[in-house]
Nanobody, 123 residues
Framework: QVQLVESGGGMVQAGGSLRLSCAASGSIFSINDMGWYRQAPGKQRELVASITSGGTTMCADSVKSRFTISRDNAKNTVYLQMNSLKPEDTDVYYC?????????????????WGQGTQVTVSS
C-alpha cells in the first residue's frame, strides 16, 4: 500500500559526499518516523539516522558529525546528506517509513522498506 523508492547512491572517493533521497507513495494518510539504515553482507541492518514528523532527528555516533537527515513532509520524502565519507561507510542503504495508510474508509498502520541503494566509498 505504501512504496518507498530510493535514489542517490553510487561510488565516491573517501572524503566525498553523496545525497540519498527516498520518496514514499501510495495511499498515505500520515507518516510518523522516517529513517535510513545500512547493511553489509552477513551483518545486521543498523540504524544510521531517523527523523520524526516534527523534525526531531537522531544519528548514530559513527556518522553524527558527517551525516544529516532531513525530510519534506509535503513530498513524503526523506533525505540523507553524507559528507566526509569513509570506506567503512560502504554498505547498502535502506529507507524506512512508518505511519498510517488507508483503503477507502479503512485505516491501518504501515511499516515499509525501500529496495536499497548501494553506497561505495573507495580509499
Amino acid at each position: 500500500q505504501v512504496q518507498l523508492v530510493e535514489s542517490g547512491g553510487g561510488m565516491v572517493q573517501a572524503g566525498g559526499s553523496l545525497r540519498l533521497s527516498c520518496a514514499a507513495s501510495g495511499s498515505i494518510f500520515s507518516i510518523n518516523d522516517m529513517g535510513w539504515y545500512r547493511q553489509a553482507p552477513g551483518k545486521q541492518r543498523e540504524l544510521v539516522a531517523s527523523i520524526t514528523s516534527g523534525g526531531t532527528t537522531m544519528c548514530a555516533d559513527s556518522v553524527k558529525s558527517r551525516f544529516t537527515i532531513s525530510r519534506d513532509n509535503a513530498k513524503n520524502t526523506v533525505y540523507l546528506q553524507m559528507n566526509s565519507l569513509k570506506p567503512e561507510d560502504t554498505d547498502v542503504y535502506y529507507c524506512n517509513a512508518e505511519g498510517i495508510y488507508y483503503i477507502g474508509s479503512y485505516y491501518s498502520d504501515f511499516g515499509s522498506w525501500g529496495q536499497g541503494t548501494q553506497v561505495t566509498v573507495s580509499s
